[in-house]
Structures are given as structure tokens and as C-alpha cells.
């Protein structure tokens, strides 16, 4: 069982070991999402939702259910069918009862069952042993430090696009490549910040 | 009726699938055990210093290592009375766990060894290395194992550590400090109560 | 219309080869429609890890389109995510408990990795793109193609960043004894740059080629 501190564990996850910039997790969306700030801003807020929201549904799931089941070898198939059944479930409220959501966030939505960090946030869940407090704040921070990455970048992008001059090789998915390098190395300034247990 | 179709289709395909996955469990389950159980003994026999073909780690182990249970750790006790023990804390960017063995006099190391870890590698990475921690043998832990700049070590109690990976050096030190005198003074208590 | 002549059956025009080589270069997954990024960046960092990777996505896509084309008439519609969800989701986990059994090393480096190849977004774009709506012996193949086009995608960045950062290659020593790491290599940052790299070379090539 692990004794690390909640708030330890949503800072850290944000900063020291951000998923995007340290794992290289959720990558597909980065590429292709950071293209625009707004567009950034809709999918991190639709990210942070989805992550918590089924991390907190998955945990009792495995460890509440599976577990004393001894079914752990199915465990992959419960939470990916959880995690597109919430999403679908989102989908259909926002939809019924928050149309405005609908186009701030609501197109991202049906990307996100995809999207390996919400699978990830489960794995690592279970593979360090978090107890509930520990996930909600870990699912929490994970989802913001991913947020965080792709709002940067594609704020990064958005000014690039107006005043550098990039290859034509390189443009798109090459260069965010290189912002992403960049990045990922100016986060590992934050280490040493908070002990990870 | 469409509905129901789509159910029936999920619930089918949910069968089928879990089905043929608990077949696979089955086949690979006392494997992956084994592997587990192998791994944790053939670190105690590395700790211990104790030498197997890889193949009899567990005929050896079971031969030469004798176990004593203290409630919340196990310890691994081999002939010449050193005695092994799992450990596991913070490192810089992930959990450190190893296998670190004392000499009968409870008060120096015989040999640490390191399991897991996450620290970079090439530079922190290397306090998994052979090279690193040979440097362990026979150092004492009391009052504290301290770690010195790199070549500066000298006394009984201090080691080097690794130059440019400070941060990883510090997390090590913290954690073998904690838990070498913890489980040396569990295990006194366990000798003395017998 | 082109001027009557016998026109060669060469096996090149044959579907089944179509298939097989589109994988490989013209759709190759990475490099064209920058797909399964996260094992192509996450564990290149030695050549053993990034083999092992590649077969068992390789695996995971021929069997999942298999599947997926046997089954296209029988799925309906609106449960198609959630049908190819399941059915890779079943061979990632028996890729998942292989490595665990017989090659625990490389399960250990590979952790979760191998869980999110579920989520890996070549399998689910080739079954919605191709298995769908092909025979089951086509969309195997065109998986398989896809497969090895990734494989090779991940060979060439673990040869790059195992040599470079570790000095070693399949965990043998190649570089001379003088040979500085460029640790950089070994963690996220080297493997942006390498990826940035290779597709800014890659891309070239191919505009010069359609050119």
C-alpha cells in the first residue's frame, strides 16, 4: 500500500511526472488538438472530466469486485468497456441537459474513449496500489498536467504559425515534435521538487 | 428489438471473450507466479551472496536460506547468520525496491541489491549497477550511512555517490538510512526474544 | 484508354500484395497519419523492448482485423467501437500474460505499455478503416502490413537511441569504450527529437518521390 500524501501526488502528477511530457502518454490527440488554443482549452476541460470521473467509477470496480473475484485477467476488458460506457453516458447528458457544453467540449468527447491517458490513469492505478483518496487526487492531477501540456503547446503553436518560418518538412506533426522535446526537457527542471513515492 | 439485438451482441461477445481469457489465465497464471517467486529469491540469493545456476535458484534457496517471519517483515536468514530483507521508498522519480542483507553483528552491510527503480537512466539509473553497489560491502550503518562526493568517501560509514545524479543519490541515502537500522533492530529484538 | 496489349499478370497488381505493402509505406501508420505515437516514443529507448512492442501490436492488429472482417456482418452498427474495443482488448491481454510468463524482463520494462496497446490507435483505425468492410484474408494481411511498417518505425528509433544513449545494441556493446551516453536519448525529450527528426526526413523523401 502506498503512504504518499494526496496533494503530493496531484502536484507531482501535474509537474514531475507529467503523463505527456515524462510517460509520453496521450499523444495521438496532442499532435493533432494543439493546433489551437481554444480548441486546446475545450479538450484539456473534457480530459479532466472524463479521467476523474472514471478513474473514481473504476476503482471501486477493481478493487471492490474483481479482486475478491479473483478476475483480475479481465480487468483490461471491465475498464474499457467502462470507459467508452461513461463516455457514451456523458455524451448523451451534455447533450440532454448542457447543449451549450455541447460545442465547447462535447465534439471531444467520443475521441477521448481513445485516448490512452484514460486507460493509463486505470493501469497505473492499479499497478501502484492506490487506495480511493490517492486516486482521485492522481486521476485529478494526471488529466490537468495533460491539459496543461496541450494548452501550451498549442499556444506555442498558435504564435508559431505567425512568426517562424518552418520547413516544409517539418511542418505539422514534425515540429510539434520538437516543441513537445523542448518542453519535455524544460519539465524536468521541476524534479527533485517532490519525492514520489 | 434493435435494442435488444445490441444488447444480446454485447452480452455474447462479453462471454465469449472472458471465456477464452480465464483459458488463458489458467495456462499462464502458475507461470507468472513462479517467475515472481524466482525473482524474489534470486535477489536474496544475490544479496546473501549466496551462488546458483540460473534454473536452481529456487532448489538452492530453499536448501540454504532459512525464513523468519517478524509479523510485517520476513526475513531471510543464511548460514553464516546474515540476513537478507525487502525493501521499498521513494527514489527521485519513482519507488526504489531492492534486497539489502545484513552481517551477524547487525551493525554492517553485507551487499544491497536493487530490484526496481525508475531514476534516469545512465545517471541515476546507476544505483542498480554492480559497479555502484559493491561499494556497500562490509560499510557500517551506524550512527548513519552518509554518501560523499565522489571519491571523498573514506570512513567506515560513508560511500560515494554519483556525480551529477544528486538528487537519486540523496532518495538512496534517505531510504537505506531508514531502512537498515529499522530492520536491524527488529531482527535483535527477534534473536533476543528467542 | 490505354492501347491494346497483354497486360502482365504481375503479382504486383494482385490485391492480396496491395494490401500487404500499403502498411509499409504509402500508409504507413506513423509516418502518414501519425498514429500510435505513445509506444513509438515511450519505449524505443533499447531495441529489445521496441522488437517486442512491435511484434505484439503486430499480433494484436492481424488477429483483431481477422476477427472484425469474419464478424463485419454480424456486429451492428452503433456497438462497432465497442465490438472492436473487446475483441482487442481479449489479444492484448493474451499478448499482456505471454510476455509475463515467458519473458518476464521484458514484461517488467514494458509495464503498462503493453495494456495501453488497446488503446493504440492503429488497431482501431485499421478495423474501422479496412476490416470493416473487407474479407477476412485481406484485412489480415493488411494488418499484418501495418504491423511491420510500425515494427520498422520502432526498430529504427530504438537503433538510434540504444546506440547513442546507451552505447549498446540489443544489449551488446557497440560503441567504442570513449563513447559519452547522450543520456538525453534515453528519456522523453531525445525520443521528440528523434521522432521530429525522422519525420521531417521521411516527409521530405516522400514529397520528392510524389514530386
Known amino acids: 500500500m502506498n503512504a504518499t500524501n494526496p496533494l503530493i501526488l496531484l502536484v507531482a502528477a501535474i509537474f514531475t511526472h507529467n503523463i505527456a511530457l515524462v510517460y509520453i502518454l496521450g499523444m495521438c490527440p496532442f499532435i493533432v488538438i494543439s493546433r489551437n488554443f481554444k480548441t486546446a482549452l475545450g479538450m484539456g476541460v473534457a480530459i479532466i472530466f472524463v479521467v476523474t470521473l472514471t478513474a473514481i467509477i473504476i476503482w471501486p470496480i477493481y478493487w471492490l469486485i474483481l479482486v475478491p473475484a479473483k478476475a483480475e485477467i479481465i480487468s483490461y476488458l471491465i475498464f474499457i468497456i467502462v470507459i467508452a460506457a461513461t463516455v457514451q453516458l456523458l455524451e448523451m447528458l451534455i447533450e440532454k441537459f448542457f447543449p451549450p457544453l455541447q460545442s465547447s467540449f462535447g465534439i471531444f468527447l467520443p475521441l477521448i474513449t481513445v485516448n490512452c491517458i484514460v486507460l493509463a490513469v486505470c493501469l497505473f492505478m492499479v499497478l501502484r496500489k492506490y487506495d480511493f483518496i490517492q486516486t482521485v487526487f492522481y486521476s485529478l492531477g494526471t488529466s490537468a498536467g495533460w491539459a496543461l501540456a496541450i494548452i501550451i503547446m498549442a499556444a506555442i503553436k498558435e504564435k508559431m504559425m505567425l512568426i517562424s518560418d518552418v520547413p516544409k518538412g517539418l511542418r505539422g506533426a514534425g515540429i510539434t515534435m520538437i516543441i513537445a522535446g523542448l518542453l519535455a526537457f524544460a519539465f524536468m527542471g521541476f524534479a527533485g521538487m517532490i519525492t514520489l513515492q | ?194 | 484508354m490505354s492501347p491494346k496489349k497483354t497486360v502482365k499478370r504481375s503479382f504486383r497488381n494482385a490485391k492480396w500484395f496491395k494490401a500487404l505493402i500499403a502498411g509499409l509505406w504509402q500508409d504507413n501508420p506513423t509516418f502518414c497519419m501519425v498514429l500510435g505515437l505513445c509506444s513509438m516514443l515511450a519505449i524505443t529507448n533499447r531495441m529489445d523492448n521496441a522488437i517486442a512492442m512491435g511484434l505484439g501490436v503486430t499480433f494484436c492488429i492481424v488477429f483483431s482485423s481477422l476477427l472484425v472482417s469474419l464478424f463485419r456482418n454480424v456486429i451492428p452498427s452503433r456497438v462497432r467501437m465497442l465490438a472492436y474495443m473487446v475483441i482487442i482488448a481479449t489479444f492484448v491481454i493474451c499478448v499482456d500474460r505471454f510476455l509475463k510468463a515467458y519473458f518476464p524482463p521484458i514484461s517488467e520494462e514494458l509495464g503498462p505499455y503493453v495494456g495501453l496497446i488497446i488503446t493504440n490507435c492503429i488497431i482501431m483505425g485499421r478495423a474501422e478503416a479496412y476490416a470493416i468492410k473487407n474479407g477476412p484474408l485481406l484485412s489480415a494481411l493488411d494488418g499484418l502490413g501495418c504491423g511491420i511498417g510500425y515494427t520498422f518505425m520502432l526498430i529504427l528509433m530504438a537503433f538510434v537511441r540504444e546506440t547513442i544513449g546507451f552505447g549498446t545494441l540489443l544489449g551488446y556493446r557497440v560503441m567504442p569504450g570513449s563513447w559519452v551516453n547522450w543520456v538525453v536519448m534515453t528519456i522523453a525529450p531525445g525520443a521528440f527529437f528523434l521522432l521530429g527528426v525522422y519525420l521531417w526526413i521521411f516527409r521530405t523523401i516522400a514529397k520528392k518521390t510524389e514530386a
Open chain 2, 1 to 194: 428489438m434493435k435494442a435488444l439485438k445490441i444488447i444480446l451482441f454485447v452480452l455474447v461477445m462479453g462471454t465469449v471473450s472472458s471465456v477464452m481469457l480465464v483459458g488463458v489465465n489458467s495456462f499462464t497464471q502458475p507461470l507468472i507466479f513462479k517467475n515472481e517467486e524466482v525473482k524474489l529469491k534470486s535477489a536474496v540469493l544475490g544479496a546473501l551472496e549466496i551462488t546458483y545456476e540460473t534454473g536452481s535458484a529456487l532448489a538452492i534457496f530453499n536448501d540454504k536460506v532459512r525464513v523468519l517471519d517478524a509479523g510485517k517483515t520476513e526475513f531471510f536468514i543464511s548460514r553464516d547468520g546474515a540476513a537478507a530483507f525487502e525493501f521499498y521508498g521513494p527514489g527521485l522519480w519513482g519507488p526504489i525496491s531492492g534486497v539489502a542483507s545484513i552481517n551477524p553483528d547487525l551493525k554492517s552491510i553485507k551487499a544491497i541489491k536493487i530490484v526496481s527503480q525508475e531514476e534516469t537512466p545512465g545517471l541515476g539509473g546507476r544505483i542498480a549497477e554492480h559497479g555502484f553497489l559493491k561499494q556497500f560491502r562490509g560499510k557500517e550503518f551506524f550512527p548513519r550511512l552518509v554518501f560523499m562526493p565522489e571519491g571523498k568517501s573514506s570512513a567506515v560509514n560513508e560511500v560515494d555517490a554519483i556525480t551529477g545524479a544528486t538528487g537519486s543519490s540523496r532518495a538512496l541515502e534517505r531510504l537505506l538510512n531508514s531502512v537498515l537500522q529499522k530492520n536491524a533492530g527488529i531482527l535483535k529484538e527477534q534473536l533476543n526474544n528467542r
